[in-house]
């Protein structure tokens, strides 16, 4: 008999704290949490307020939400591009080409590359456009293929950087001074190779 009235006790007073801390706690005096029917009743409805949404692509169908997602991606990549680009005009004046970036950017084959080696050993005088294809004769390369070839370096080159390099003077074909000066600044270096 003792045993029970030490439980009891000991019951009443953990109900009687639980009560007044529930009490006192205003969160826990709008719900009700020891009623299994407002347990219920939450779920029922949380379930019945959720509506199955369809994403974009159910909507407008995969393949054209995936060409928008490429187009937004692509606008993205030309936005950076362009902030490169301004980056790069603002510190065009510090910045020293080397012979590996120059040829990575502006030429698309050995042709080109051998088109620049040749120009630059012409220096400053440069080269007219019927000399440059005696000196191409292994590619088979005729004048105004070298000339246009010329064209797209510069075009190429202008684009990624903002200058060229070769000009023509006169009708000779001639470096301009940004690639003079990398080719100055690899001899000192110790890189003949340009």
């Not at 390369?141 to 023509?168: D, M, P, T, Y």
């Amino acid at each position: 008999m003792e045993k029970v009235r030490a439980f009891t006790s000991r019951f009443s007073v953990t109900g009687w704290s639980l009560i007044t801390h529930y009490q006192f706690c205003p969160m826990f005096m709008d719900k009700n949490f020891w009623s299994v029917h407002f347990d219920m009743e939450e779920n029922i409805n949380s379930f019945q307020n959720q509506k199955k949404k369809r994403s974009q692509s159910d909507k407008i169908g995969r393949l054209k939400y995936n060409q928008q997602l490429l187009k937004q991606t692509l606008s993205e990549v030309e936005e950076v591009k362009l902030m490169l680009r301004t980056i790069f005009a603002g510190l065009k004046g510090s910045f020293n080409f080397e012979q590996s970036v120059i040829e990575r950017v502006a030429c698309r084959d050995e042709i080109d590359r051998e088109i620049l080696r040749l120009l630059f050993e012409a220096g400053s005088p440069g080269l007219l456009p019927k000399e440059l294809p005696v000196k191409l004769q292994q590619f088979k390369v005729a004048r105004h293929q070298i000339s246009r070839r010329i064209l797209r370096i510069n075009k190429r080159l202008e684009k990624e950087f903002g200058e060229q390099i070769a000009e023509q003077r006169g009708w000779h074909w001639t470096l301009t001074s940004l690639l003079r000066k990398s080719g100055a600044i690899m001899r000192l270096h110790g890189d003949e190779n340009f």
